[in-house]
């Protein structure tokens, strides 16, 4: 008896991208404003197949925050370069054009972190912040604490550098508001160093 024809093999599921579908829709639309239907008709599977993979949309949402974060946090990355390029404050420039680079290339992970603080109070993201000076107490100890006047905390001052410096660029690249300390980024990049390293006192 001859043997029937092999059908097809299913279409794998590709993880990735439903995370893909699911970053784009909820940078635009939010968490809550995203349906999981949305997110599998987005990606190309069926909606069983997205439970296959997640046990619903926040588990999806959580899963997406875990894989920027990794990405993130990746040795090859523009922050972890510039942390280490020089002790600290020897590099506080270098950081200034590293957290440019990273609000570019990261822009739809911060663009989650708010909807993380509007949608959840932060739960998912909390815990990022909250070992945040414990990552940054590992790169002073590699590359020693520098000039700094031995009253300042290096691990404080580092983490203020870096949140500054975050700050201007998420408004000038994710707000669009070009301009709004009145320079370029690179004159805003050597004003902060020189603020931080003389102080604002005569």
């Known amino acids: ?15 990735a991208d439903i995370l893909d579908a699911a970053n784009r829709l909820f940078c635009k ?63 506080i420039e270098a950081i200034g054009r590293a957290s ?10 911060i663009l989650l972190i708010y909807v993380d603080v509007v949608e959840f109070q932060g739960r998912h993201i909390a815990k990022l912040f909250r070992e945040m000076r414990t990552r940054y107490a590992k790169h002073v100890a590699k590359t020693g604490r520098g000039s700094l006047a031995p009253d300042v905390d290096p691990v404080a001052a580092m983490m203020m550098v870096t949140l500054s410096y975050f700050n201007y660029f998420t408004v000038e690249k994710l707000f669009g508001v070009k301009g709004h300390f009145g320079m370029g980024d690179d004159e805003a990049i050597k004003t902060f160093a020189r603020i931080f390293r003389r102080g604002v006192e005569r």
């Not at 997205?50 to 974060?69: M, Q, S, T, V």
């Not at 440019?100 to 992970?109: L, R, W």
């Open 1 to 15: 008896m001859p043997l029937a024809p092999a059908l097809p093999a299913p279409r794998a599921t590709n993880r």
């Open 29 to 91: 639309k939010g968490f809550h404003g995203t349906s999981t239907r949305e997110v599998a008709e987005a990606a190309g599977v069926s909606l069983g197949n997205i439970y296959n993979h997640f046990k619903g949309k926040e588990e999806l949402f959580a899963a997406l925050l875990e894989r920027y974060e990794a990405e993130y946090f990746a040795p090859g990355q523009p922050m972890a370069k510039a942390f280490l390029e020089a002790p600290f404050p020897s590099n």
């Open 100 to 109: 440019g680079e990273t609000v570019n290339k990261f822009a739809d992970y």
